[in-house]
């Protein structure tokens, strides 16, 4: 396990770009293991530091190792002399720069250890120039074995009683899933769960498919009059932070009772007081909670009021998407482009998704069936993540599921951040398939014709939106340019055939470049009034 976590950072560790950090975290969720990204001194190791924040903020584990200025010439000048275990302690769990050669292999085991223990962040080794030439006795080197997978603890009788009572006596319950349930490979006891109690459910975005997306328990299209009516919440591996709108009024009823269940002590009771706390390993604690309903043989009514509200809602909610989907107008909008994408990828291909309205919409329209299958922003909305997240994971799947797909959905603002990545998934042939949703901007754009009647009024850094960018970008070209294959669509019709052609060819990295209407947007909103926080 840990050896293919290690293949992967290899290409990572050559990329020696922001992106290579970001993607090393992503080899370390989706493997358990850390993945690790090696830099060079100064303005290298402060690329890393988006990444470090993201896999900490996230809870992924990470190693990043950079070399620095040699010791003797500290406070001198030195090329490229920066204080970086300083800054590093800002971002990790670990920041730490070995005392000798001969303590390094002791370094490497507790950042290594760190990194996955407890709840899970990234770590900074700090290897000084001068070290490069040294040399020691090897018997004087403190060897140390690899770390043990982390202790896997349960949390007290009491409580899973006690929570177990709240759940029953719930009269409008609902099972809210975090990515924390996704990296303790929950999965296959949250259903049990889910089918045992007959709870629905509703899963954060990188949550996704832990159980999948068309089980008839799942309420992610009603989620907002899920949060605001329930009860009694369950909490698996999730926290109550800006994406679950901090679990409080007017999002939440005022009563509601939350049930907490977290590796980390430290989370328990943030934002809002529990009515009940299991402090332990996700999937060790929801077999506890399984255990203890099948004592009691309680399941949640499926006609009950609150099953007909939230259905009720489903079916409206999906009709409204459904109805966008299908229309025939050019040029196209988000749903139409969704609806097409859905039909026609991969069921088990892992997503990676990035931008405004592209990631918002693609969430509610792209279903996973499978967990840790979905790679987005993240709990600290981080852009310019989507290449790297998309070069790990199609790493990880080649070292683990050979042939499976990774198609990673842009926005045309969020591909500008990374899009010459392009290069690194060309010169490793990398099968990715990259779809840009072109709108011309950020959340709204300008077409060609207001584009040039724009430019008459004057210089452009001053008369056109900062949001706009310029229409009909040609990014496939990028793809091409490097060998891969890359595709301009307009219609539908072109949608299609450059969908199948590029999940045909198993071989080739290719882009589609995919123009929207400008002005496409969300549809509207069920709480129009409340703030936006639904990655």
Request: neutral net charge.
């Amino acid at each position: 396990m840990e050896g293919e976590a290690v293949s992967g950072a290899q290409l990572i560790a050559q990329a020696l770009r922001a992106q290579a950090c970001y993607a090393a975290s992503a080899v370390g969720y989706l493997t358990g293991r850390p993945g690790v990204c090696l830099v060079v001194s100064g303005p290298g190791f402060l690329h890393t530091l988006g990444g470090m924040a993201n896999a900490t903020i996230n809870c992924w584990p990470l190693i990043v190792i950079g070399g620095s200025s040699d010791r003797n010439q500290e406070t001198m000048g030195a090329f490229q002399e920066f204080p970086q275990v300083e800054a590093g302690r800002l971002y990790s769990k670990l920041s730490v720069r070995p005392s000798s050669l001969e303590v390094i292999p002791a370094v490497i085991e507790k950042a290594v250890r760190t990194s996955m223990y407890g709840r899970p962040g990234s770590c900074y080794i700090d290897i000084p120039g001068d070290f490069v030439n040294l040399q020691v006795n090897k018997s004087s080197v403190k060897y140390t074995e690899c770390c043990l997978p982390p202790p896997i603890s349960l949390a007290e009788h009491s409580a899973v009683s006690k929570a177990a009572s709240a759940i029953a006596l719930a009269q409008q319950p609902l099972l809210i899933i975090g990515k924390g349930a996704a990296y303790s490979h929950a999965e296959n006891n949250i259903r049990k769960l889910v089918d045992l109690c007959g709870l629905p459910f509703l899963p954060t975005p990188m949550a996704k498919g832990v159980v999948p997306d068309n089980h008839p328990n799942c309420v992610a299209a009603a989620r907002s009059t899920a949060l605001l009516h329930a009860d009694v919440i369950i909490l698996l591996g999730a926290r109550l932070n800006w994406i679950l709108h901090f679990g409080l009024p007017p999002r939440y009823r005022q009563d509601v009772k939350v049930i907490q269940i977290d590796i980390c002590a430290e989370e328990l009771g943030n934002n809002v007081r529990p009515a009940a706390t299991l402090l332990g390993d996700i999937n060790a604690v929801t077999e506890q909670l399984l255990e203890e309903f099948n004592k009691r043989s309680w399941k949640y009514p499926s006609n009950s009021e609150w099953w007909q509200k939230l259905r009720g809602k489903i079916k409206n909610n999906e009709e409204r998407s459904k109805g966008l989907a299908l229309q025939k107008s050019l040029p196209m909008n988000y749903y139409a482009v969704f609806h097409h994408i859905r039909e026609l990828i991969p069921k088990d291909c892992i997503l990676v998704s990035e931008g405004a309205n592209t990631m918002d919409i693609g969430r509610t329209m792209l279903p996973n069936f499978y967990p840790r299958q979905r790679l987005d922003a993240g709990t600290f909305g981080t852009m310019g993540v989507g290449l790297g997240f998309a070069i790990a994971a199609a790493m990880v799947a080649r070292d683990r599921t050979p042939g499976r797909r990774v198609v990673c959905i842009e926005g045309d603002s969020a591909f500008g951040f990374s899009g010459m990545e392009v290069e690194t998934i060309c010169r490793y042939n990398l099968p990715i398939l990259i779809i840009v949703v072109n709108n011309n901007g950020i959340y709204t754009g300008l077409d060609a014709n207001s584009w040039e009647q724009m430019l008459k009024l004057g210089d452009p850094a001053t008369c056109v939106p900062p949001v706009s960018l310029l229409p009909n970008a040609h990014y496939e070209k990028i793809m091409s340019a490097f060998g891969g294959k890359g595709y301009f669509v307009k219609t539908p019709e072109e949608l299609q055939n450059a969908l199948k052609a590029s999940v045909t060819d198993k071989q080739t990295p290719s882009l589609i470049n995919v123009m929207i209407d400008p002005q496409s947007e969300r549809k509207k909103q069920e709480f129009p009034w409340l703030t936006r926080s639904n990655l």
